[in-house]
């Protein structure tokens, strides 16, 4: 019954996008991606917040709001030298670690940075509506870039 | 630690029966050089082609360009780690096939840029352009994961410099540059009045296409360490970086690069050239953080004065770049940082994704995203229809006349961040 | 071909009128050039294309007291004159004279007309006007005058022709935020190295990208019980009283407002509108409290939500406006809510 309870608190919690560390489980990390490859090779492993529809800035967007709820971020929200308006995909790994109220500043910095730079890009030109096979090779980048921080996690 | 050049400068390339450097000119048999490519079991064939400054040539898409040179003395050889065995490179004699090189193409993936225009508007802003070139294009067998196709392009480019470069081997220079870097304590006592600096050369180190390696290693597995200038003269630092194709820096970048050539020009005279510090720019950012502590801690455990700091690629290096200077100026060392631009296409929006006030002195290779307009040429080497992608992808438009227009970034070397060229921006 | 025609815009003290004590001097329109005019009819260059066919001499101080009223008057003179070009100044490092050197010169562009500019990076017009018209990067004193001419001389033959201008570095003008390529001619590298040694010495360099600035701000505390607390709005979104009683400028604005809400519940049509000349105005001006949300706030105060709000709100244009502008405005709302006892504010852009 307790457990029971305690359990549905944490979902509450968890569905209010509060981060665990709050209340005390700690060491949880987070994909937000709309790369299907990403989801498909560690979706078992890692948690995973799959934006199905989503675009490269949605991803951002996502991520920014965690980080306003407390969640730190854990890869550059800018990796691979890809620009925001070539590859349609983007994965972004963020944790409950705590963070400080420097390393706040830091990286709202960063993912307002992110963000702004996306929307400079798509103000030059939209993402292309690519052909399925160059679709593929994104997607490919686009795992191998978070996996370097995946294996620093696994 | 004392490398001596000897510069071989080279006018022209051609295939002949017999591969040889002779009057300035490289003779390649075509052949035997395509059966040494070939050992490769990854790859199912490979074109050569040759492509000489002012030709209406156009080379795309560009993975990586190389320097033949050949070690004639010294401990090791060529691109140790890779090509051959580990060993400590930097000592002794490398002879330079100055004025050549050799281009790698290959579709490792279908969105791939990187243009090299022999003539015209594109050439003014690839260094590539004034060189002879031996092209190597490659065609993998068929359904090679992208990881090994990469590596066996980069691979394949590796051993026809050091092909080329080898008939290097017995030919008298022409000239000498000597390069040297005295141990800590000798600087000490012979330059005792003059700014310690050091160059903090940042590495690309992300993934699939965004890599790079020192004596074989992975940059992104490595820690912050110290290099000597004169074994990244011998290929101790190779790329395997292929995307933005403005400001990747090529491993002929490596081989030359211009921080070092620039410091070691004014080493013993205003300053005293202590060493390089190699850094990598890693996703994660416990990485990031990790590896400009060791940054920032190794320029002051060097006792340094100064320190140059340049970095490769887009978005995400922009805060290592930013990490590094304010570190090392908080240790009271005093930085000037080389960069690029992505400002828009009207030169309007924030040029870089991170920035930080202690960045008070900045060097720029230009803005990226400036429009330029490419001729048609006569020829492509290499695979035209990526033309098609470039054109009615995501930076650039194909006009009637067969013509180009594009943002700068497609241009291999154009925005370089290790300042190898004279574009800047205001 | 005829020669340009170009008008130039001085102040008393160049036309040779007097100093501070004429500097309430009206705006007057001379036939051709006087003064520093001279120096540019003398250039070659200049000469060779343009010639100043008229020169409108106003006081400083009459200009930046007058500045609606004066501007009106020097454009009637301008236009008069049916100009290719007009060159204002240069004004070194004249604050006021920068500023109307600034504001004649980007009132004479709006209109169609090329114009530029010339000051000391330092004159408080340079920060105001850079990114509206070109500004030749002078020396602070008028001892720079030939120097100033040589280079305002070859930019405003290229501004009036439409010639392709290049990069801040190349032309002379200060930089104004638009990124522009050109080929230095010494490589990065080498840049890099001569920058770090200058740096080193403790001597004088110029970096080649001015990093911006992010002005962080810490939170302050949290106000725990928002049902006592004292509300007040603020906007750079430009909501003034209907008519604009100050007179705003709809962007690059030079001042705030003050101005009493005591009495409104919600922002009507014929109440309020908006100043800001950088969005389109149609929906703020059907509804103010779009941008400055009057009725919300009353409801909550209605709800018990919130204490109260302030009898006064703040607004100002943030259209443009200079950053150093920006902060003195803030300077002082600020203080005037703290000696009121504001609790908390409420922001509010565009």
Not at chain 2, 74 to 82: I, L, N, Q, T, Y
Not at chain 2, 292 to 310: E, F, H, M, N, Y
Not at chain 3, 153 to 175: N, T
């Amino acid at each position: 019954m307790v457990v029971c309870l305690i359990y549905k608190i944490y979902t509450i919690l968890i569905e209010a996008g509060v981060p665990e560390s709050i209340y005390g489980v700690s060491n949880m990390y987070l994909i937000v991606t709309n790369n299907q490859l990403c989801l498909g090779k560690y979706g078992a492993q890692i948690k995973m917040e799959y934006l199905e529809e989503g675009s490269y800035l949605d991803v951002l967007l996502k991520v920014r709001d965690y980080l306003h709820l407390g969640w730190k971020l854990e890869t550059h929200p800018m990796t691979g030298s890809l620009k925001p308006n070539q590859t349609p995909y983007k994965s972004i790994m963020i944790s409950n670690n705590p963070l400080d109220q420097e390393e706040f500043y830091s990286q709202e910095i960063t993912i307002s940075n992110g963000i702004a730079a996306c929307r400079k890009f798509q103000s030059i030109r939209k993402t292309p509506d690519w052909p399925e096979h160059l679709l593929e090779d994104f997607r490919i980048v686009d795992l191998s870039l978070i996996e370097g921080a995946i294996q620093r996690i696994l | 630690m004392k490398l001596e050049l000897g510069i071989i400068p080279i006018s022209d390339i051609q295939f002949g029966p017999e591969s040889k450097v002779e009057n300035g000119t490289i003779y390649v048999n075509a052949e035997e050089l395509k059966a040494l490519i070939l050992e490769d079991e990854a790859l199912q064939s490979v074109e050569l082609d040759i492509a000489r400054p002012g030709e209406s040539v156009r080379i795309m898409p560009v993975k990586d360009v190389i320097e033949p040179r050949v070690k004639v003395s010294g401990e090791g050889a060529m691109f140790p780690g890779v090509i051959s065995k580990v060993a400590t490179v930097g000592s002794g004699r490398t002879n330079v096939l100055r004025g050549s090189a050799v281009v790698t193409t290959g579709k490792i993936v279908g969105f791939q840029e990187g243009i090299i225009d022999m003539t015209g508007e594109g050439a003014k802003y690839t260094p590539f352009s004034q060189l002879n070139n031996l092209v190597v294009v490659c065609e993998p067998v068929d359904g090679l994961a992208k990881h090994a196709h990469e590596k066996a392009v980069r691979l394949a480019g590796l051993k026809t410099a050091d092909y080329i470069g080898k008939l290097a081997k017995n030919i008298e220079a022409e000239e000498i540059e000597t390069y040297e870097t005295v141990s800590v304590k000798e600087g000490l006592q012979r330059w005792p009045d003059l700014p310690r600096v050091a160059y903090v050369l940042m590495l690309q180190s992300q993934g699939l296409l965004h890599d790079t390696y020192v004596y074989g290693v992975d940059a992104k597995q490595s820690l912050t360490t110290v290099i000597m200038p004169t074994e990244i003269m011998d290929g101790a630092i190779l790329s395997g970086n292929c995307v933005s194709a403005c400001d990747k820096n090529t491993t002929y970048h490596h081989l030359n690069n211009p921080v070092i050539k620039d410091l070691f020009a004014q080493h013993g005279k205003t300053l005293n050239f202590v060493g390089v510090i190699i850094t990598n720019e890693n996703v994660y950012l416990a990485d990031k953080m990790r590896s400009s502590d060791w940054t920032a801690k190794l320029c002051d455990w060097l006792g340094l004065d100064g320190a140059i700091v340049s970095q490769e690629g887009f978005g995400n290096p922009d805060t290592d770049l930013i990490m590094n200077c304010k570190k090392i100026e908080a240790k009271g060392v005093k930085t000037v940082i080389i960069t690029d631009e992505y400002a828009g296409r009207d030169g309007a929006s924030q040029s870089l994704a991170d920035a930080d006030a202690a960045a008070t002195a900045v060097v720029t290779g230009g803005n990226a995203n400036e429009v330029i307009h490419l001729p048609k040429l006569d020829k492509v080497i290499g695979y035209p229809e990526v033309a098609d992608i470039i054109a009615g992808g995501f930076d650039g438009s194909l006009q009637a006349d067969g013509s180009i227009i594009a943002e700068l970034q497609v241009i291999t070397g154009a925005t370089n961040e290790m300042g190898f060229n004279t574009l800047s921006a205001r | 071909m005829s020669k340009l025609r170009v008008v130039h815009y001085i102040n008393q003290f160049f036309a040779n009128i007097g100093g501070e004590e004429k500097a309430d001097y009206q705006p007057e329109l001379r036939e051709g050039f006087v003064g520093p005019g001279m120096a540019f009819n003398q250039n070659k260059e200049f000469a060779d294309e343009a010639e100043i066919v008229a020169t409108v001499i106003c006081g400083d101080s009459y200009f930046n007291e007058n500045v609606d009223s004066a501007l009106e008057t020097v454009m009637g003179m301008i236009k008069s004159q049916n100009p290719d070009l007009v060159i204002c100044g240069p004004a070194f490092n004249a604050g006021r004279y920068g500023v109307a050197c600034g504001t004649v010169a980007a009132a004479v562009n709006k209109a169609g007309i090329p114009a530029i500019t010339g000051m000391y990076k330092e004159n408080p017009g340079a920060d105001m006007f850079k990114k509206e018209v070109y500004i030749i990067s002078t020396k602070n004193s008028a001892a720079g005058m030939r120097d100033a001419v040589k280079k305002m001389a070859p930019l405003a033959i290229k501004v009036a022709k439409g010639e392709a201008i290049g990069a801040s570095a190349e032309e002379g003008y200060l930089p104004n935020g638009i990124r522009k390529n050109f080929f230095e001619k010494k490589r990065g590298s080498q840049r890099a190295v001569e920058m770090l040694i200058k740096k080193l010495a403790d001597k004088e360099f110029e970096t080649e990208y001015e990093m911006p600035s992010f002005d962080r701000v810490a939170p302050g505390e949290a106000i725990k019980d928002m049902s006592k607390a004292k509300i007040a709005l603020v906007t750079s979104g430009g909501i003034v009283p209907k008519g604009n009683p100050d007179h705003i400028e709809s962007s690059s604005a030079s001042k705030y407002g003050q101005y009493d809400i005591s009495m409104f519940t919600d922002l009507t049509a014929e109440t309020h509108e908006t100043a800001h000349g950088g969005y389109d105005p149609v929906y703020a001006n059907a509804d103010a409290d779009r941008v400055l949300p009057v009725d919300v706030i009353k409801e909550y105060i209605e709800e018990g939500k919130i204490g109260s709000l302030h009898q006064y709100y703040y607004a100002t244009v943030g259209n443009g406006t200079a950053v150093a502008s920006a902060k003195k405005y803030a300077t002082e709302i600020g203080k005037k809510l703290v000696d009121d006892h504001v609790d908390a504010v409420i922001l509010t852009s565009t």
